[in-house]
C-alpha cells in the first residue's frame, strides 16, 4: 500500500496547496496532510487556528470527493509521523527553482535519516500563503487563491474596512 505524506503549515491552506493533495491522492492509496509548526515561521505566530483550518481543509476534500486523505495536526519530528503511519513515500510542492534547491536538500536528508524517498510535484501557479497572507493585509480579494471552505475561514478572521483589512480579535 503506498501511503504518502505531505507536511505543512497551510496558514492558510490555499488552492495550490489543494492541487499538490489532488495529484497525491490519485498516486497513492492513502494520504497523510500533516498541519505542523514550521520553525522558520514560528516567530511570526500562526495566523488561523490549526484546528480550525483542519476542520475546514476536511470539508474541502470531502467536497473534492477525496476519501482516501486524512489531515492531522502534528507536533512530532517528520520520523515519528512517517512510522505511526507507516508513510513510505514524502510528497513536495515545488513552485521555482528556490524550491526546487530547498527540497532537494531535504529530500536527501529524508532519504539519509528516514530511508524516505520524496516525489516532487510542479506546480504553475506561485502562490504561497505568504503570498496570500500579504494581498488580504492590502485589500486585495483572495477568493480566487484558496478553496471556498477556507475563505469562510478567512472571512471570519478579518473583515474589510476601506483599503485595508484590520484583524478581527
Known amino acids: 500500500m503506498m501511503i504518502g505524506f ?6 492558510p491552506f490555499i488552492n495550490g496547496h489543494l492541487e499538490l493533495v489532488k495529484r497525491a ?3 497513492c492509496d492513502k494520504v497523510i496532510v500533516g498541519i505542523a509548526i514550521n520553525p522558520l515561521k514560528v516567530l511570526r505566530g500562526r495566523r488561523f487556528n490549526r484546528e480550525v483550518m483542519k476542520e475546514a481543509m476536511i470539508k474541502v476534500f470531502e467536497r473534492e470527493g477525496m476519501d482516501n ?9 517528520t520520523l515519528r509521523i512517517t512510522l505511526n503511519y507507516n508513510v513510505n513515500i514524502l510528497i513536495r ?9 530547498y527540497e532537494e536538500k531535504l529530500a536527501k536528508i529524508y532519504k539519509k535519516i528516514l530511508g524516505l524517498e520524496t516525489t516532487f510535484f510542479y506546480s504553475p501557479d506561485n502562490n504561497s500563503s505568504t503570498k496570500i ?3 488580504l493585509k492590502k485589500g486585495k480579494d483572495v477568493r480566487e487563491n ?4 477556507i475563505y469562510e475561514v478567512i472571512k471570519k478572521k478579518w473583515w474589510k474596512l476601506p483599503n485595508q483589512l ?3 480579535v
Open 6 to 11: 505531505i507536511h505543512g503549515s497551510f496558514d
Open 25 to 27: 491522492s490519485r498516486r
Open 69 to 77: 486523505v486524512t489531515v492531522i495536526i502534528f507536533n512530532d519530528f
Open 93 to 101: 510542492g515545488i513552485r521555482n527553482d528556490k524550491d526546487r534547491r
Open 133 to 135: 497572507m500579504e494581498k
Open 146 to 149: 484558496v478553496p471556498p471552505e
Open 166 to 168: 484590520k484583524v478581527n
